[in-house]
C-alpha cells in the first residue's frame, strides 16, 4: 500500500496522471514561437519529435521505474517485456499490407502534401531522410509507450478491457484535433484495433511498428509525390 491506496489504483492514477503531463508537456514545449504545429522549419520539426520522445517516453519511463521498485510493480504492467511475441508480427505485417498501399495511393492528393512530409526542404540529402525516420520513430515510440502502454495498462488495472479501450480511443483521438477532422476520425479506428493489438498480446511493440509503417511509408510517398521537392542523390 502506498498512503492506503491499492496498488492498482496508485499504478492507474499514475498512468492518468502521465498521460496528462506527458502529452501537455510535448504539446507546448514542442510549439514555436508563433504557436505552429505544422509547416515549420526542419530544426523545428525535429526538436518537435525529440521533445515528444522526452515528454512522452523518458519522463513516463523514469516514473514507472519508481514505481516498480518502489511498489509491489513489474515492468510487464506496463507492456514492458522482453518477448516479442508471435501474433504480433501477423498484426504487423497485415497493417503494413493495408497502410503502405493506402499511403501510396494517397500520397499525391492535394491536402496531404499540404502537410506531408513534415519536413518541408526542397532538397533531401540521405542524412536529412535518415534523420527524417529515425526522429519519426523515437517520435512514436514515446507516443504509444505512453499511450498504449502507460494510459492502457495503467487503466486495466481498475477497469475491464473495454471502458480501458473507450477511454483510451477517445483521448488518442482527441489529441489529433490539431491535425483536422480526417485525422481525427481516422484515429478512432486505428486507437480501437492498437488496444485490441496490445491487449491480445500483452506488450506494446506491435503498436509502435504499425504506427510507424504508417507514419515512414506515408512521408516516403508522399515526398517523392511533392512537386516541390527533390532526392539528393550525389
Sequence with gaps: MFLSIPISEVSAITAFSLTLIGYVGYYFSAKNEKGEMENRPTSDVLNMRYMGFLWMGIIPLMTVFILVFTCDLSFADYGLK?????????????????????????????????????????????????????????????????FRGVLFFGSRDVMEFWPALVLNTALYSLVHIP????????????????????????????????HFTQAASSSFFSLRAHPDMKLDKS
Excluded: D
Excluded at 492528393?109 to 529515425?134: A, T
Design 179 to 210: 491535425k483536422g477532422l480526417k485525422e481525427t476520425l481516422a484515429s478512432i479506428p486505428l486507437g480501437i484495433l492498437l488496444c485490441i493489438i496490445v491487449e491480445r498480446t500483452g506488450v506494446f511493440y506491435a503498436a509502435v511498428i504499425i
Design 82 to 146: 522482453w518477448s516479442f511475441p508471435i501474433e504480433s508480427f501477423y498484426w504487423i505485417l497485415g497493417f503494413a499490407a493495408f497502410l503502405i498501399p493506402m499511403n501510396y495511393f494517397n500520397a499525391k492528393s492535394s491536402e496531404n502534401l499540404k502537410i506531408y512530409p513534415q519536413i518541408r526542404e526542397k532538397i533531401w540529402s540521405k542524412s536529412l531522410q535518415r534523420k527524417e525516420y529515425f526522429t519519426w520513430f523515437l517520435y512514436l515510440l514515446g507516443y504509444e509507450w505512453l
